[in-house]
């Protein structure tokens, strides 16, 4: 045939229907349930065909049945109820950014870069949990109404898409999407469209930007497939996490520098940066050569502007996980860098380097840590695992005090609870529950829900999510070719009347999506009683290049189909937002039970609690937080040790045990024979519990109040009078560590503080004050600019634990550099104590206590 030209012919929006053009390319309707039954009336099969996008559906709708529904009255009423939602929305003057906004230092943006973003399965941007992340704290800044923008990639195939074959095997689809498609609008200057360009090998790659729209903020995402590109640089943004570490570089460089010079070319001028993960770290060398460049600073000076202002989170508690580079890689993609900064190649290899040797990798987590002064591990547990397992970043200061605090992920609850449950919290706590998602007082409301109108609405989400999923898997057995009665069969899998348990997440190793597998002859037991049977429902993805993840897929699967299970066992494909949501607001309970402390966080099961969802989960990540005992259950111990083999057989047997004595009789248990009224009661501990804390607006707050807020007084402070402060840090800095060696503590002491004198001892009661006297030599080194600290606590083996730190005030100026400083300990409980005393340097502008990473010890 002879080449054709293709093109697309859209129906023409009728007038009355024009707000909708302005909704479409908004993502507020991805949380906004009356905008959602707006469009899907539109045309109820297109909604479920074009994966419920409607920018799709408009496009791809009869012209007739276009200029039908504008000609309906019932229609257009909705239509303009839920526009007037929408403007109100953008419109609010109340919000939490405009009544902070007089009193904070934060005056400019703040922009936010993943590597991937997940906000709806009509925008598959995403692979998991970072993702949705990612995409919930987009939503939670605009509801707040934080100055805020975020940078990504657009990727043309997404992720992937998965099929389960006949033999359980997963079959990665492509997605090859058209980004017209899509709720993204290219960004023009003067109505060109905006390119910019990162070098690569000595050639410029070019990055076109799109922008979405997410509510009041703005994610700009950068994509390479353009003409002027080669095939290899166009393949660039082609697939999230796809590619060899090349790959990889390449597309971090696009992220992180690229996405830097895109908002600088749309005049967005940033006042803290966000790095989600590491992914986005080359951000830091690229804003560094802008100072060197534009500002005149030295490469010293110029890190101090750009870490002062910049948050890095870490989300992964295994080095493995986190992106590395050989020398090789690094030195062919950045051995131009140095020149232009003014540093030795050395010096900019350290900078990703725990320890500094030529042959290590370059890890973007510790160039991440290297260049932020504000980093955070995403719940308790993972801070206390990240501040162990980046120790050495910051050497000889004690594990507790390196610098990577904590906050707790959430998740957007709006986009998560079920559109009858936004009503029912309408009805029962009142029309302002959206504005106190974080007040605990006011979700102790949920106790005014009657048990009946509880129970009966989570029994019918629970079967509208069994109708779901029985059509998916209809749907893959025809795809299969299985036979007629074996596709017939889906229709009657599941039974809403069943405790039905969900898992699903990515099939990693350490997330044992196999450990119900481990003991069938019980399993068999649970699913086959006739009186109290159990049901589950898995789904959930492996990387295309993970065979071992694979592996655990199709052993699930297999198991799903085993007749031994009747049914009561399934699998579902291609776990997106969806799929996610069907089962997050129809199951009974939530199963996870990865490996401790392998599990920052999880967010998962957040997403149960806000559609009455209870949790079976081992502690770690949010779940070690947020169970009380009366919320949902544990699994295993508190193990802080152990081998792997130990942990698999401690919280097998603790997983059946707790199913067979405590879930199963209580979800059965029902005393007027229609309600399970205790199990009614622990949903509405879960709802109480778990929404006010676990929640977006509440992490988002936090991240604003805590290090957003910080950093941009920390910026604004270097950055004065052409960054003189910061040019002053710099050179202080570089005399200080010259000076450091010649700091010693000569000698100290602790005696009775008593009126007639100091008396040495080695025993004192509850009650008394301790007086530490330590005799320092300084050298040439200004008393002022360092700080001499008593460090106490519990001691055990000779190692102080649950140190306390107290600074010592000088007391005597001696000679020849010498220092005499004391202060007093209390001695408050009982016990055996041990007492260091150390020097660490301070300054006026220093953002971080252990900043400089120096730290004398008496020894």
């Known amino acids: ?101 007089e009193s904070t230092p934060l005056q400019h943006p703040v922009a936010y870069f993943s590597a991937e973003y997940g906000f709806h399965e009509s925008f598959p941007n995403y692979s998991g949990g970072l993702g949705i992340l990612s995409g919930d704290h987009c939503k939670s800044a ?59 090998l000595g050639r410029d790659v070019f990055a076109k930007v ?73 951000l830091g060398l690229e804003r560094i050569r802008e100072y060197v460049r534009n500002e005149g600073l030295d490469f010293s000076s110029a890190l101090q502007v750009v870490a002062s202002s910049s948050v890095f989170t870490t989300h992964t508690p295994v080095p493995a996980g986190n992106d590395a580079f050989s020398p090789e890689l690094m030195s062919k993609y950045f051995l131009d860098y140095p020149a232009q900064v003014g540093i030795p190649f ?13 042959e290590n990798t370059f890890s973007m987590t510790v160039l991440a840590l290297r260049t932020s002064r504000f980093a955070n591990g995403v719940s308790k547990l993972h801070g206390e695992v990240s501040r162990g397992l980046w120790k050495n970043v910051w050497k000889d200061v004690p594990e507790n005090e390196v610098p990577i605090t904590s906050i707790t992920n959430g998740v957007h609850i709006k986009t998560w609870a079920a559109g009858e ?44 999510s069994i109708e779901f999923l029985r059509e998916r898997i209809h749907r893959q057995r025809l795809r299969n070719g299985e036979s007629p009665e074996e596709v017939r069969h889906a229709n009657r899998l599941l039974n809403s009347e069943v405790l039905t348990i969900g898992f699903a997440r990515r099939f990693a190793t350490y997330k044992r999506g196999t450990l119900l597998f481990r003991d069938l002859d019980r399993l068999t037991k649970l699913v086959t009683n006739r009186e109290r049977p159990v049901q589950f429902v898995f789904a959930g993805k492996s990387h295309p290049a993970d065979d071992g993840g694979k592996k655990l897929i199709q052993e699930v699967y297999k198991y799903s189909r085993d007749p031994r299970f009747q049914g009561r066992i399934v699998f579902v494909e291609d776990y997106d937002t969806n799929v996610g949501r069907r089962l997050y607001q129809g199951v009974d309970l939530w199963l996870n039970n990865p490996l401790r402390p392998l599990e920052a966080s999880g967010t998962s099961g957040m997403k149960l609690p806000p559609n009455g969802g209870l949790n079976l989960s081992v502690l770690d990540g949010w779940w070690l937080e947020s169970w009380n005992g009366k919320n949902g259950w544990a699994i295993g111990a508190d193990i802080t040790g152990g081998t792997e083999a130990l942990q698999d057989e401690v919280d097998i047997q603790s997983l059946f045990h707790v199913l067979e004595n405590q879930i199963i009789p209580l979800y059965y248990a029902k005393p007027d024979g229609v309600l399970p009224l205790a199990w009614i009661q622990l949903m509405r501990e879960s709802m109480r519990t778990v929404v006010p804390v676990f929640n977006t607006h509440r992490m988002v707050s936090e991240y604003n109040e805590r290090l957003y807020e910080p950093a941009a007084a920390a910026i604004a402070a270097l950055s004065a ?105 209390p001695a408050s409980e009982s016990g055996s104590y041990g007492l260091n005393v150390r020097v660490i340097p301070t300054h006026p502008h220093l953002t971080q206590e252990h900043e400089l990473r120096l730290i004398t010890w008496a020894r």
């Open 210 to 282: 799109w922008r979405l729209a997410v509510g009041r903020i703005n994610l700009y995402l950068l994509d390479t497939l353009l003409p002027e590109n080669s095939p290899a640089d166009q393949a660039i943004t082609a697939q999230l996490y796809g590619g060899d570490h090349e790959f990889r570089l390449r597309q971090e460089i696009v992220l992180g520098m690229g996405g830097f010079r895109a908002l600088h070319a749309m005049g967005i001028t940033p006042q803290v940066f966000h790095m989600n993960e590491g992914h986005s770290a080359f």
């Open 721 to 825: 009078n052409h960054c003189a402060n910061a040019v002053a840090l710099s050179e202080w800095k570089s005399a200080i560590r010259g000076q450091w060696p010649q700091i010693r503590v000569q000698d100290y002491s602790i005696s009775y503080d008593i009126p007639d004198g100091n008396v040495a001892h080695e025993i004192f009661f509850v009650g008394e004050k301790m007086k530490v006297s330590a005799l320092v030599h300084l050298g040439p080194v200004n008393p002022e600019h360092v700080r001499v600290q008593a460090y106490y606590g519990p001691v055990h083996n000779f190692s102080i634990l649950s140190a306390t730190v107290s600074d010592l005030t000088l007391e005597e100026r001696l000679n020849g550099g010498n220092y005499r400083f004391g202060g007093l300990v």
């Open 142 to 200: 605009s509801d707040l109404d934080l100055n805020f923008v975020a940078v990504g990639l657009l990727y043309r195939d997404g992720y992937f898409k998965q099929q389960i074959n006949r033999d359980g095997w997963q079959e990665a689809v492509s997605l090859n999407q058209n980004f017209h498609h899509l709720p993204v609008q290219e960004v023009k200057l003067d109505g060109v469209p905006l390119r910019v360009s990162v070098s690569l």
């Open 346 to 358: 050395e010096k900019l290899f350290a900078l990703g380097q725990v320890t500094v040797q030529p």
């Open 1 to 101: 045939m002879e080449q054709i030209i293709t093109f697309n012919v859209i129906p023409k929006l009728p007038s009355a229907l024009e707000p909708m053009r302005e909704m479409v390319y908004n993502l507020w309707w991805t949380w906004e349930p009356s905008a959602r039954r707006l469009f899907r009336y539109l045309d109820i099969p297109l909604w479920d065909e074009t994966n419920h996008n409607p920018l799709r559906m408009l496009q791809m709708c009869r012209q007739s049945r276009l200029t039908e529904v504008a000609g309906d009255e019932h229609f257009l009423k909705d239509l303009k109820e839920v526009y007037s939602r929408y403007q109100a929305y953008m419109q609010r003057s109340d919000t939490y950014g405009k009544l902070r906004h």
């Open 421 to 464: 449950f936004h009503d029912l919290y309408t009805k029962y706590l009142g029309t302002d529950w959206e504005d106190q998602l974080s007040n605990s007082d006011y979700w102790r409301g949920v106790i005014d829900i009657p048990d009946e109108i509880l129970w009966n609405l989570h029994q019918l989400l629970k079967q509208r």
